[in-house]
T-cell receptor, first 113, second 113 residues
Framework: SQTIHQWPATLVQPVGSPLSLECTVE??????LYWYRQAAGRGLQLLFYSVGIGQISSEVPQNLSASRPQDRQFILSSKKLLLSDSGFYLC????????????FGPGTRLTVL | GEDVEQSLFLSVREGDSSVINCTYTDSSSTYLYWYKQEPGAGLQLLTYIFSNMDMKQDQRLTVLLNKKDKHLSLRIADTQTGDSAIYFC?????????????FGTGTRLKVLA
């Protein structure tokens, strides 16, 4: 069976500090991977998606970046956090060649102070 | 446009039926989804419906799809307090080419004992 992990679960960071959030998927190969952000009381905003190692597509301009150094690892980063980066970050995966279904990780709650 | 619309709040009494509505925009979507998000958690896939179906039933859940009006609904029979959560509908337009979801804003369901 497939599982998706995210860490850390919660993070409190000062403005201007760097960020690294990690997402890993087990039990599948060559998944499509996605990063979403959910602001407080809001819907989900797609930030990045990846169809393979080193292939990243950005959906919105921002001070965040994503990388996929390994097949089942997806990293969300920032060099300098802004207050507006606070939110709940969700990683999701989709099986290549399967249905469109995306499966979500447990999320990381980021608070920028 | 790419807006998927949902009402923001719904309140029902325990034991009643809940109906959560969603209006989507892209008729090319092959699948349409319902996800549940409990407080502080990721999104849990509840059910999905293939676009050539009008209805899908899964235990207490019934999904109705009206393709002509681009309207999707989720009915929860015998609603329980454990059903209190945010419910997101999502479409996956084929035209996106990369299986990107477009999420609704989410409907917060509150079940009153």
């Amino acid at each position: 069976s497939q599982t998706i992990h995210q860490w850390p679960a919660t993070l409190v960071q000062p403005v201007g500090s760097p960020l690294s959030l990690e997402c890993t998927v087990e039990g599948t190969s060559n998944p499509n991977l996605y990063w979403y952000r959910q602001a407080a009381g809001r819907g989900l905003q797609l930030l990045f998606y990846s169809v393979g190692i080193g292939q990243i597509s950005s959906e919105v301009p921002q001070n965040l970046s994503a990388s996929r150094p390994q097949d089942r690892q997806f990293i969300l980063s920032s060099k300098k956090l802004l207050l507006s980066d606070s939110g709940f970050y969700l990683c999701a995966w989709r099986r290549t060649g399967g249905t469109d279904t995306q499966y979500f990780g447990p999320g990381t709650r980021l608070t920028v102070l | 446009g790419e807006d998927v619309e949902q009402s923001l709040f719904l309140s029902v009494r325990e034991g009643d039926s809940s109906v959560i509505n969603c209006t989507y925009t892209d008729s090319s979507s092959t699948y349409l989804y319902w996800y549940k998000q409990e407080p502080g958690a990721g999104l849990q896939l509840l059910t999905y419906i293939f676009s050539n179906m009008d209805m899908k039933q899964d235990q207490r859940l019934t999904v109705l799809l009206n393709k002509k009006d681009k309207h999707l609904s989720l009915r929860i029979a015998d609603t329980q307090t454990g059903d209190s959560a945010i419910y997101f509908c999502a479409e996956s337009p084929v035209t996106s080419g990369t299986y990107k979801y477009i999420f609704g804003t989410g409907t917060r369901l509150k079940v009153l004992a």
